[in-house]
């Protein structure tokens, strides 16, 4: 039983190959690009002789950049055929962003990226469409032929004459051997047979290899994908910036600016007592609670633009934290070398955000927090007893966490079951940017 049931589908996907939608969806990918690949090839050949023989005119080398900026085209058309046939589909790369001016646009053109690595691969597929027409496809026609031969060979009846001036009815000969028998062409038509279910493995290792090479030159490069997630944090850290901007002066007008203007107020009818020859001390008491109330509620503003206690360090600023918190918490901190100012800040606030997660949301009874640093980054950790079940984006919090570490290249892990315990992970780098 062990060894014969892993057998059966791989033996069921072998005999189905020749008939299943996959294979013949790859051989018309195949049979499409291989056109594509010789209208590609000569796109490059033209471009080059023309660039070229011209460039000695100045006209060459902005038929040269057109023609790099005109291969993400043909990168277009391959990523659509993969999506459509290969049932692979691929992200465009960034589009095409010229410098500004007819010298910025040729400049941008010829040192496009998208464009050069588009023509790697129109370059590798036209070495690929060769294997696949000369090899698999036309591999897959002979078996298709042979395994038809009996019936093409009774239908024409085909006459040839050998050595000896004798008569032969065969379709096919190999030197002085005459395969004019149904023996023989029974046995042909076997071999196509074989063919036949052996064909769609070199179509499908071609098409595979497509994959890989459309994802690997036509999608996004690492730096694109680099360069697009510096641009989202970017964005998502400025957003953040100005909701805090936003919170700070929601909290300036509606608590300390209200109460700043009821202390006046308080002041000037103590002022009018005073005038009248009244006692004011219930008013100036009054004015006075006002003035500490409010001095309280501005530092707990500038505790939420800069903490005083990350002036001496994280370390002190987290024992505050634990200090204040709602839950008991466990504190653990090895910091050395100290991280930047900027790498401070972030993991301060985002440890202040998820204590008050656990305190909130989680149920639990105590939490953890570590945080080490060495050369190579520093690592918060933040862990509690609670049921669990924080995930990223969900209105936790999280994903702001995410995003704010994600501006200076950090990562932020969540591991939360169902049940507990949570825990959180923030890594960052101890210089600011990996």
Do not use: C
């Amino acid at each position: 039983m062990t060894t014969t049931t892993p057998r059966a589908p791989a033996l069921l996907e072998f005999l189905r190959a020749p008939i299943a939608a996959q294979t013949w969806r790859e051989t018309g990918y195949l049979a499409v690009t291989a056109v594509l690949a010789l209208a590609g090839i000569t796109f490059l050949f033209l471009g080059t002789v023309f660039g070229g023989v011209l460039v000695i005119t100045l006209i060459g080398i902005p038929l040269l950049a057109a023609m790099i900026v005109g291969a993400r085209g043909f990168g277009h058309a391959y990523r659509s055929l993969s999506a459509w046939m290969l049932r692979s589909p691929v992200e465009d790369p960034p589009s095409f962003s010229p410098r500004p001016g007819v010298l910025g646009f040729i400049w941008s053109g010829l040192i496009d990226r998208t464009g050069w690595r588009a023509i790697a691969f129109m370059l590798i597929k036209t070495l690929l469409a060769v294997a696949a027409v000369w090899g698999a496809l036309l591999f897959a026609v002979v078996s298709l032929g042979l395994t038809i031969s009996p019936l093409l060979w009774w239908l024409i009846d085909p006459v040839n004459y050998d050595s000896n001036g004798v008569a032969r009815h065969s379709l096919l000969q190999f030197g002085d051997v005459y395969l004019d028998t149904w023996a023989q062409m029974l046995l042909l038509s076997a071999t196509g047979i074989v063919g036949l279910f052996l064909a769609p493995w070199p179509i499908r290792g071609l098409a595979a290899l497509d994959r890989v090479l459309i994802r690997a030159l036509l999608g996004p490069s690492p730096r694109d994908a680099r360069v697009e997630e510096l641009e989202r944090t970017r964005t998502e850290a400025v957003e953040d910036s100005a909701t805090r901007l936003r919170r700070v002066e929601r909290d300036l007008h509606d608590g300390t600016q209200a109460r700043l203007v009821a202390m006046a107020m308080t002041l000037g009818r103590a002022e009018d007592r005073i005038a009248a020859g009244e006692d004011p001390s219930d008013l100036v008491h009054s004015a006075h609670t006002a003035a500490k109330d409010a001095l309280t509620e501005l530092r707990e503003v500038v505790r939420g633009i800069h903490p005083p206690a990350l002036d001496l360090g994280l370390a002190p600023a987290l024992q505050t934290l634990a200090a204040r918190s709602a839950v008991p918490v466990d504190l653990a901190v090895s910091v050395d070398p100290r991280p930047t100012p900027g790498t401070e800040t972030i993991a301060y606030f985002s440890v202040a955000e998820l204590l008050t997660n656990v305190a909130r949301h989680s149920g639990a009874t105590r939490a953890w927090v570590s945080a080490t640093s060495d050369r190579d980054g520093l690592s918060v950790s933040v862990r509690d007893n609670g049921i669990g079940g924080a995930v990223v984006g969900a209105g936790s919090g999280l994903a702001g966490l995410a995003a704010r570490a994600g501006t200076v290249d950090g990562s932020l892990h969540v591991d939360s079951p169902a049940g507990g315990p949570t825990v959180v992970t923030l890594s960052l780098p101890v210089d600011g940017t990996h």
